[in-house]
Structure formats: C-alpha cells, structure tokens
C-alpha cells in the first residue's frame, strides 16, 4: 500500500455509511462482486454499523422544544426589500442544487463523523484481543491501549492528545520472548490510532511488554528503541 492509499477496510466503512461519493461506492461493489474477499469485509461493515445503529436509545425532545424555536424565529428580524430592475431576471437556484455551508459547520460534522467511524472501528473491528495492554508514561498517565490478536494484528489505540518531537515518528515495539531483543511492530506516521500487521511471530501471551518510543523518520535506524519512551506497559489476557 503506497502513502497516498486509504485502507480498504476505512473506504468500506465510508460507503456503508453513507460518506462515499457515487463513484466510490460503485468502485466497492464492483470490487465486493469480483472478489469474495472484498464482498465479506462490506458484509462484515455493515452488520458493525448495524449493531452500532441497534445500540442508539431513541431520545424524546423536550416538550417546550418548538415554543423556544418559535420564540427564536420571532425575533428574527426580516430582510430589508430589495427593490430589482424589472429587465432583469434574478437568478434562482435550482431545487435540487446543494446548499451553501459555513466551514465551521462542515468542519464539525468531519469531526462528528470522524469519531464515529474510530468509535465503530474500535469497537467493532477486533472483538477477541488475545492480550490487551494499557501503556503508562513516565508520570503514571495511560497515553495508550495495545490490544494483540493471535493472527499478529496489533490494534493501537492512543488516549487522549499526543505530541511528538520535532522530526520523529512513534514506533511501537513488543518482546514475544521475554529474554529476547525488542521486535517492531510498525511505525505511526502520525499521532492517531492505527492497526499494524507483523508476519512471523508467536502468538501474544500474558506479561508480553509493549511499548512506544519517539524514533528518527523512518524508524529506529538499529531496529532496537533509541528514542525517549512514550510509554510502556505488560499484556494481560482478557477476562
């Protein structure tokens, strides 16, 4: 996958909720239909948006709800007449033509939308961890969440705002042998959650370490941690 490539897994997600333009959404399922693959992780998004769906609690609005939006509208005052050129034709926009939007309001639902697709991923995407670890920094702050699947996926989560150095990137490492050197397990380009993929190690087991360290661009250039630790923690099985 180049760097300017979304995971396929993210673009499912925005077709099945609805983010997709028409050209995207005819790109999945063209794709769902040609490989088998592809057509059950579009399955699978849906049944996990359609859980996430069934979790809503159906909320009533409050009784004086339209008495304080009639109030509101009351005191809007009206628009001055614009008194036109009968020559001139004024322009009407077309029914069906997309309305003008503030940027403030455009950037809150990305936003809104944003945290949605990370809380339905998160949720949803890895249900049996087969460890999960909560890493603490040096002031006793959890600054993230590991959880390792048996199939080497490693799902992080990061908690809460994080800033990284000046000219560095996140490296999260682990010790499947605890008597070992440190093993990587990818790099995060930028401080937000992602799932990393490693071929070639054990399972994970209880008090395997996990921690994330502030590495050179690129990565630890001795594939060992020399950076500063951003935090580190032991693995436990979940109950």
Not at 95 to 122: E, Q
Not at 207 to 234: D, V, W
Request: aromatic share 4%; charged share 25%.
């Amino acid at each position: 996958m180049t760097g300017n490539e979304r995971p396929l897994e993210e673009r499912i997600d925005e077709v099945v909720i609805g983010l997709a333009d028409e050209a995207e959404c005819a790109r999945i399922e063209r794709m769902a239909a040609e490989d088998i693959t592809v057509a059950r992780m579009l399955d699978q998004a849906r049944k996990r948006f359609g859980e996430l769906d069934d979790t809503a609690r159906p909320e009533a609005l409050p009784d004086d709800m339209w008495a304080r939006i009639s109030g509101r509208l009351e005191t809007v005052e009206p628009e001055p007449a614009i008194v036109r050129d009968p020559d001139v034709v004024p322009f009407r926009r077309p029914d069906n033509a997309p309305r003008a939007m503030s940027w403030a309001t455009i950037g809150s639902l990305a936003a809104s939308v944003v945290l949605a697709i990370a809380l339905a991923w998160t949720l949803f995407s890895q249900k049996d961890p087969a460890v999960i670890a909560v890493l603490i920094n040096d002031a006793g702050e959890p600054v993230a969440v590991v959880e390792g699947s048996v199939d080497n996926t490693t799902l992080i989560t990061l908690l809460g705002p994080t800033t990284v150095p000046e000219g560095r990137i996140m490296q999260v490492w682990t010790k499947p042998d605890e008597d070992g050197p440190p093993v990587s397990l990818g790099v995060l380009s930028r401080p937000t959650s992602t799932r990393l993929e490693v071929e070639n190690l054990p399972a994970p087991s209880a008090n395997q370490l996990y921690e994330i360290t502030f590495e050179q661009a690129g990565g630890s250039p001795t594939g060992l941690p020399t950076g500063p630790i951003h935090g580190k923690g032991l693995a436990q099985q979940p109950l």
